[in-house]
Every structure is written in C-alpha cells, then in structure tokens.
C-alpha cells in the first residue's frame, strides 16, 4: 500500500532562518506532488506542484521554494522566513496513468510557526 | 476563473439532522468534484468525488448534487453524527492537465450537537 510521510510535524523557527519541509511517498512510482499550505482557519492554497523529477511548477509567488530530486521526494524551502509563512504545510500525491482516480493523498502535515 | 467558492463558513446542526454545503464554480474545464474533510491537525481526506457526467453520488449517509448549468454543488449528510463534526472542503480540478492540481474552497467547520 502507498504512504506518505512529511517531517518535521511540528517547527518553530525565528524570522529570518532558513526553512526545509520534507516529503517522501513510498508504494508507487512517478507520482504527481504537490505542496499546500493552509493558514489558520483558512482554505487550502497551492503552493507548488510537480508532475517529474525536477520539474516544478509554482502557483503563487513568494519566499519559498521546491525541488524533487527525487521520483518519490518533495522539498519545500526557504532561504529566510517570513511571519507570514507560519501555518500548516502539507504534501500530497497523486497517481498516473492508471492509477490516477483524480484523488489527491494528503500526508498529516508539517506545522510552522514563525517567531 | 480558477476560484472555488464555498459556503456557509460554519454550520452547527443537531444529531440527527441534515448538513449541507455549497459550493460554485467558473471553470467549465474542471471535470472532477471532491469534498474532502478534515480534522483538528490532520491532513484532509477524501469523502465522496463526483464526476460531471452524473448529477448526483450517493455513498452511504453521504451525497453529492451535482448541477453542471448552474455550475454548483453540494454535500448533504443525513442523520449527521457528533463524529461528523470535521471541517469539510468542496474542491475541483481538471484530472488530465495541469498535474491535476486540485483547487480548494475555504472550508466548512461542521458542528454536529448531541
């Protein structure tokens, strides 16, 4: 069976440092990835997604950042954090061909409060 | 054109009783409609998906309406259940492009009194 794993669960970071998330997908291959960050009490946003290795699409612009270089491995980076980045960040996959029913897989997500 | 608008922001209904939740499009690309729930400091999950093909999906106590001229939908949940009680997010996409990226509505917070 598929699973997915994020870490860390739970960041607290100053203004300023640097900022890594990361998320791994294990029992299927060439997923679709996709990063989304959601505010508190707010709706899902977007923030990324890729379809291949190195390939990355960015939906909204901002002060992070992705990369897979790896087929079953999503990063999402900054250089400096921002108050506004606090939130809660998470992955998700989706199969292909297929495999692809149209249903995104969340993993339990990643908490980040920026102080 | 790729907003997904959901309402109401929260809802409070008795054991027993019905929930719905709407939601609206504009892309008519979209071609595929899941409600996802979610609990307090987890990740969301899948509830019931609808198609545009079919106008309404039914899976046990939970239904989608499906109105493609309106372009709306909407979840029902009979005899809602304290268990229930979850935030719920209407969503839509296009399966085939665009890395079948969901878009989301802002979400429901759903309160089901015993």
């Known amino acids: 069976s598929q699973t997915i794993h994020q870490w860390p669960a739970t960041l607290v970071q100053p203004v300023g440092s640097p900022l890594s998330l990361e998320c791994t997908v294990e029992g299927t291959s060439n997923p679709n990835l996709y990063w989304y960050r959601q505010a508190a009490g707010r709706g899902l946003q977007l923030l990324f997604y890729?379809?291949?290795?190195?390939?990355i699409s960015s939906e909204v612009p901002q002060n992070l950042s992705a990369s897979r270089p790896q087929d079953r491995q999503f990063i999402l980076s900054s250089k400096k954090l921002l108050l506004s980045d606090s939130g809660f960040y998470l992955c998700?996959?989706?199969?292909?061909?297929?495999?692809?029913?149209?249903?995104?897989?969340f993993g339990e997500g990643s908490r980040l409060t920026v102080l | 054109q790729q907003q997904v608008k959901q309402s109401p922001q929260s809802l409070i209904v008795q054991k027993g009783g019905i929930s719905i939740i709407n939601c609206a499009y504009e892309n008519t690309a979209f071609d595929y409609f899941p409600w996802y729930q979610q609990f307090p400091g987890k990740g969301p999950a899948l509830l019931i998906a609808?198609?545009?093909?079919?106008s309404e999906k039914k899976e046990g106590r939970f239904t989608i309406s499906f109105n493609k001229s309106a372009k709306q939908f909407s979840l029902h949940i009979m005899d809602s259940q304290p268990g229930d009680s979850a935030t719920y997010f209407c969503a839509a996409s296009v399966i085939y492009n665009q890395g079948g990226k969901l878009i989301f509505g802002q979400g429901t917070e759903l309160s089901v009194k015993p």
């Open positions: 609808i198609r545009p093909d079919v």
């Open positions: 998700a996959w989706r199969g292909r061909g297929v495999s692809n029913t149209g249903e995104l897989f």
């Open positions: 890729s379809v291949g290795i190195g390939q």
